[in-house]
């Protein structure tokens, strides 16, 4: 089974396949630095993490559950993600309430 259909809380669906490409976002604590040491502070401590976009995300498929593992991965490691077809588009994935197996 190469197809889930994601239903999310507010009952919208979305269908994902192997061929799908997801798109990652993550966030990582804010080590930047920003000119001089008071405003680095300053900047770290409004915004402490920052995102970071991990590019194609692979969704193998499992001998037995089909793409169901790699889908449940890609909610739990990354708390928003979105699809190269719809850039304009990002979900949220604690948003995803039921993920089934389609044919």
Do not use: C
């Not at 604590?29 to 402490?48: C, H, R, V, W």
């Not at 976009?53 to 692979?58: G, H, P, Q, R, T």
């Amino acid at each position: 089974m190469d197809k889930a259909k994601l239903i999310f809380s507010d009952k919208s669906e979305l269908i994902v396949s192997t061929e799908s490409e997801f798109f990652g976002i993550r966030f990582s604590k804010n080590e930047a630095l920003y000119g001089d040491e008071e405003s680095t502070k300053k900047i770290q401590f409004m915004f402490p993490k920052t995102a970071s976009v991990i590019s194609y995300l692979d969704l193998d498929l499992h001998v037995d559950a089909g793409i169901l593992p790699a889908m449940v991965e890609v909610l739990e490691n990354y708390p928003y993600f979105y699809l190269k077809n719809d850039e304009t588009l990002i979900y949220s994935s604690k948003a995803v309430v039921k993920i089934e197996l389609i044919d």
